[in-house]
């Protein structure tokens, strides 16, 4: 089945510090998807993306769509403590097909 | 935005028992709900999709007798994890969409815990 490949698997940073993850897949897919997961909770959109090439923004939060349809980022920049948390990217190949996760980039900001 | 929740937030019940969760679109009308499993530091796993009305579709490696959906309202879907078992111990998750082609919301989560 289509798997995706997510890295860094974990990161420790700095408060302040910029941040950069990614994912690539050995298929296309039509839509890419950002997700935030905190401990204990579910997983909550951040940027979803649904053109090649598409860059968008949603605050301290910068994702791409890449032009081959089979890869994506996640920037954050000014990295704060909230920021900690597990970050999932997710796939989509059309409207009816479920979602294909990444294994995840788990998130920690020294203060 | 959309709100979707999840009962109970956690269950610890004991091995052969039966345990049901229940996933609420609490502000609109999900056509279907999906089911994921995650383990400790994994990724989701997808288990089922169900569509109101019919049978869910479940993913393969998944036990359709063991666990079963219902997804009797376009606002309410339920897990039954049946007969649990130590290695059942998990986060289900699910996840609700308004239509085809729309993006669907996570519910909170439901930790089981099976003794």
């Not at chain 1, 690539?24 to 579910?42: A, C, H, M, R, V």
């Not at chain 1, 910068?62 to 954050?76: E, M, P, V, W, Y």
């Not at chain 2, 052969?16 to 530091?41: H, N």
Request: with cysteine; glycine share 8%; proline share 4%.
């Amino acid at each position: 089945g289509q798997q995706l490949n997510q890295s860094p698997q974990s990161m420790f940073i700095q408060e302040g510090e910029d941040v950069s993850m990614n994912c690539t897949s050995s298929s296309i897919f039509n839509t890419w998807l950002w997700y935030k997961q905190d401990p204990g909770e579910g997983p909550v959109l951040l940027i979803a993306l649904y053109k090649a090439g598409e860059l968008t923004s949603n605050g301290r939060l910068t994702a791409q769509f890449g032009i081959t349809r089979k890869d994506s980022f996640l920037n954050i920049s000014a990295s704060i403590p909230s920021d900690v948390g597990i970050y999932f990217c997710a796939g989509q190949s059309s409207g009816n097909t479920p979602l294909v996760f990444g294994k995840g980039t788990r998130l920690s900001v020294i203060a | 935005g959309a709100v979707v929740s999840q009962h109970p937030s956690r269950v610890i019940c004991k091995s052969g028992t039966s345990v049901k969760i229940e996933c609420r679109s609490l502000d609109f009308q999900a056509t279907t709900m999906f089911w994921y499993r995650q383990f400790p530091k994994q990724s989701l796993m997808l288990m089922a999709t169900s569509n109101e009305g019919s049978k869910a579709t479940y993913e393969q490696g998944v036990e359709k007798d063991k666990f079963l959906i219902n997804h009797a309202s376009l606002t309410l879907s339920t897990l039954t994890v049946t007969s649990a078992h130590p290695e059942d111990s998990s986060f289900y998750i699910c996840s609700a969409r308004r239509t085809s082609g729309a993006l669907g919301y996570f519910g909170p989560g439901t930790r089981l815990l099976v003794l």
